[in-house]
């Protein structure tokens, strides 16, 4: 038979179990912990903030280029930012660019229109006249 230890030997004199204090090593960084390994050093720690540093600024590196690398090639295709011979802004690349979207769809409703009434024409043409 195990002998079980006497159980006054876990609480207060209040009658309430006693509290273990639990020593946990938690570093949370952007809600996570970077330190859910048991006995981990501080140079270990030090070293997966900095990857993940690295890491998060790598992508976000990329990320910038990629939408600089966008603004240029629509700057290149609106024919306003063209013409104003200097390197603009993100915010006035875009909205060049808006306009020049809405003065398309303009253009190509009214043109829809005209072959519309191009359809409808023949059936309404005179004779020629000899």
């Keep these: 038979m195990v002998e079980k230890e006497p159980l006054f030997l876990h609480f207060t004199s209040e009658g309430v179990p006693e509290k273990k ?3 946990s ?3 949370h960084l952007n809600g996570r912990n970077i330190l859910n390994r048991k006995n981990v050093d501080s140079q270990t720690a030090i070293e997966r903030i ?3 540093r690295e890491n998060h600024n ?3 590196r990329r990320r910038r ?3 600089n690398q966008i603004l240029s090639e629509l700057a290149t295709l ?3 930012a063209a013409q104003h011979g200097q390197r603009l802004n993100k915010g006035n690349v875009l909205k060049l660019t808006l306009s020049h979207i809405k003065e398309l769809q303009a253009e190509n409703k009214q043109l829809k229109q005209k072959v519309g009434l191009s ?3 023949p059936r309404f043409r005179l ?3 000899n």
């Design 21 to 23: 204090e639990k020593v």
């Design 25 to 27: 090593r938690v570093y």
């Design 50 to 52: 900095r990857k993940r």
């Design 58 to 60: 790598h992508v976000e």
């Design 65 to 67: 280029e990629r939408i």
């Design 78 to 80: 609106v024919p306003n």
């Design 119 to 121: 359809v409808l024409a």
């Design 127 to 129: 004779a020629p006249l």
